[in-house]
């Protein structure tokens, strides 16, 4: 293989970048070049894409969104814009591609192996809704925004005795909320995967209230329900003074941690050798700490274990 391509698809991640620059430089290591695909899947249907030199991802690790951008492009879920981007590849003597992204980048990687040009997907989505691969690139640097966010709105809610009823996102996966409301001590944790009451934490905050402690912080996945209308209800059943917030998109944007970054080059990196070894139609992730492929199809049908034993603690930690 002398020629790949990379493309950053579906929602951004920080990592992204330093993932980018793994796919680059590893690619040079193995005598391959490197072009830069814009707007993810979009740039493939219109041919916008470019040579990337080792020096045109100097000192992107560190930097949060991705310097190829990103989109969602339906046109890439039809044959006719498939048949353009294979032809633009073809056209650019492009041998491979390594998407980066989420579930739905992998359906069209699995897409773009079956017309013939050998695809790996590199797991990049703050969701962490991945069931294959213990952690995605972006998931640990939005946890930790999310842990800063909720420690500045707990510092005021604590002033005035109030509860905050944070909703942070994650789609249908409850992870974001999960391991954000654990290290920060949340008071309740309402995901998805898991039946929440809000009578039975309406009571607690009432058992609270009795014993002397108004404020209180409440996380709550996106999946499993919407803030506002969670804290209209609370405020009904307990009397007590409770504000929402939304925390939106400052959770996809920032530098990448370090586990982050590091992460995204480890994956990426092994991404490229899989290419430079003839492999197509893989996927790569992290299972306790070592990389590891799988074949797409099979990664995607994986379902999500459920994190029990960590949503059982958040509770025993709670109240
Ligand atoms: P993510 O990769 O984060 O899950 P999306 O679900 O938005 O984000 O998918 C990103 C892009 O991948 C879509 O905009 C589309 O271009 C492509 N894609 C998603 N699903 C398919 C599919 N079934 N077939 C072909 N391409 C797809
Ligand atoms: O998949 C990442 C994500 O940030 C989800 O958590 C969220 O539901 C969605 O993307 C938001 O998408 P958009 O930026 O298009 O509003």
New binding site residues.
Partial sequence: MRRIGVLTS??D?PGMNAAIRAVVRVAYVNGIQVYGIMDGYSGLINGDMRVLTRRDVSGIAQRGGTILHTA?CPEFKTEEGRRKAVLNLKENGIEGVVAIG?DGTFQGAHLLSQLGIPTIGVPA???N?LAYTDYCIGFDTAINTVVSSIGKIRDTMDSHGRVGVIEV???H?GD?ALFSGVACGAEAVLIPEFKWDIDDIAQKLRNRDEMGVQSAIIVVA??AGDAEDIAKQLIERTGLDIRSTVLG?V??GGDPTANDSTLAARLAGRAVELLRDGKENRVVGIINNHIRDYDITEALAASKKHHTKLYRLAYDLAF
């Fill in positions: 579906g929602g991640a969602r989420g989505t703050i969701d809704d996102m994650g789609r996966c974001i996106e999946g998109h959770q996809r």
